[in-house]
DNA sequence: CATGAAATGGACTATGTAGTCCAACCAGTG
DNA sequence: CACTGGTTGGACTACATAGTCCATTTCATG
């Protein structure tokens, strides 16, 4: 059983990685679904069999506790959207990618919302450090859907003056919003029609152009 | 001092009635800024000045108090909407709207999002009544933007085969999420791009109209 | 003015929750 | 094998918080 590194820099064995593990994840699951601040470190305990001072052991309080969620589903929804976004290059890929986020939230009925965008809503006015690292955990986000829009743009679908990073913004507001009312609607419907309305822009952007260029040709 | 009836259908004076509404305005406050779960019963009373058993004479628990504060920020936000968007059929109007809004979340650094929102995200996966009371507050604030967009269309500045209240949805997700990005970032910029891309795409259509009607005179 | 219902003050209880403490237990290393 | 530092179990404390209770006061109404 070798040591290594913990994200806080001290020392962990592979148990100790497991065990810390197995609490974040648990964690996790938790304050997904009944919120942050309804989660209570028992229920962490009996959801992850880990004892009391297992848990204090490895983070300094509750609030560590949930600065470590919002780095576990930071990386999580990051690792996702990069598989999902980061060789998506037209259109019809990017609604591939709204079918994928609008078919994986009805199953919920759209409950609980968006991991970070839930998180955000509730830890941000509490929580600076966690606030901070959600801010940039969306900004990444985003990175990935400029980096898509760049491409469309690089490819001539898009013109060249459009101003690609606001777009990106655009369209995650349309896509945290729309998790937002379909949370609260219990529907994903309108989840579905927000992405699509910044969709539909896109779109014209993209027809818009194509048409002066036939007309230039 | 007459007694008239409650909300809840109880008697009331008007002592009463503005007992009631002290604490609800105290809670309403505290849990727009600190979160519905970080407000304690305590807390209202210490911000309203009144005792522990006027609380529970009006309100059977925190339950009732939340679905209170609730339907105190409902009428609240849907009176300020309904005298903001009442009358505008004009698109400089719903600019000027927009403006308002962005303006008054600045002062903020958009710090507590928007006062619905946040509190449906909170509070939608874990009080049913709240959460349903919340989507209708959401659907009567999309009324108020369908009758501006439908007021566009009558006038002619949108084309008649646009599905207004769709767009509505949209403009909804897309404030909603800015609210949301802009409490995380501490900066309105995100919430201000996101309605930008909204009107954008309604004024796009309303631009596409105008061609097509100047080519068919 | 008499009366009863509404309204109020505030102590009290029960319980949940974050956090502490220490003894015991593993697992590598010299 | 002994030693050391990470790891674990779980009882324990301190405190906050929701909710109860009852005596008292205020006030609308007959």
């Known amino acids: 059983m070798t040591t290594t590194e913990a994200p806080d820099g001290r020392r962990l064995t592979t148990r100790g990685a497991k065990t810390r593990a197995r609490i974040v994840t648990a964690a996790a699951e938790l304050m997904y679904v009944k919120g942050v601040g309804a989660t209570t470190l028992d ?12 848990l204090y052991h490895h983070f300094a309080g509750k609030d560590a506790l949930v600065r470590a969620v919002v780095a576990h589903f930071g990386e999580h929804v990051i690792q996702r959207e990069r598989d999902a976004l980061g060789h998506v290059s037209t259109i019809a890929g990017l609604r591939r990618w709204r079918d994928a986020l609008v078919q994986n939230n009805s199953l919920r009925h759209g409950a609980y919302g968006c ?3 839930s998180l955000a809503s509730e830890v941000s006015d509490h929580d600076d450090l966690a606030r901070r690292a959600l801010a940039e955990l969306f900004t990444e986000w985003q990175k990935l859907l400029t980096g898509v829009l760049r491409r469309l743009q690089d490819g001539g679908a898009l013109p060249p003056e459009v101003a690609v990073d606001q777009l990106a913004t655009g ?32 779109e014209s952007l993209a027809a818009g152009h194509v048409e002066s260029q036939e007309r230039r040709s």
Request: proline share 2%.
């Open 115 to 117: 991991a970070l965008g």
């Open 43 to 54: 229920d962490v305990l009996a959801a992850s069999g880990v004892s009391k001072s297992q």
């Open 171 to 202: 369209l995650m507001g349309a896509l945290q919003g729309g998790y937002l009312l379909a949370q609260t609607a219990r529907d994903v419907t309108p989840m579905a029609t927000s992405i699509d309305m910044a969709l539909a822009h896109i």
